[in-house]
């Protein structure tokens, strides 16, 4: 593993968003939902593109709290373009499980 330094971290925004809205990506490769993120009026509302239809299905998802990279460039994925990177780590099994606070924080937060 290769090491960084505080400074190359720091650019990298971590972000706390609240889902607002998860549905099938019917177009994906890979079975995938697209979500719609709120960071708070700072930053808005983004989209992105989630691999995590495993662990949790659409109507679970809405209103939980998740953590983003928030300032990569807009990637466009199939027929969708997305705005940020919703984090989460791989179980035993290969399933995506996502990288959430355990408190309410506000919409925004960036992680220190």
């Known amino acids: 593993m290769s090491t960084l330094s505080w400074e190359e971290f720091s650019k990298v925004e971590l972000r706390v968003g609240r889902i607002t809205q998860a549905e099938v990506f019917e177009k994906a490769r890979r079975p995938a939902y697209v ?15 989630a691999q995590i239809t495993e662990l949790y299905d659409p109507a679970t998802l809405v209103g939980r709290l998740v953590v983003a990279v928030t ?20 179980n035993a099994d290969g399933a995506v499980a996502l990288c959430v606070p355990d408190q309410d924080v506000p919409l925004g937060t960036r992680l220190m």
């Open 35 to 49: 979500l719609q993120v709120d960071f708070g009026p700072e930053i808005g509302v983004r989209k992105s593109s």
């Open 71 to 90: 300032n990569f460039p807009p990637k466009q994925i199939g027929p969708i373009m997305s705005e940020c990177l919703v984090t989460g780590f791989h």
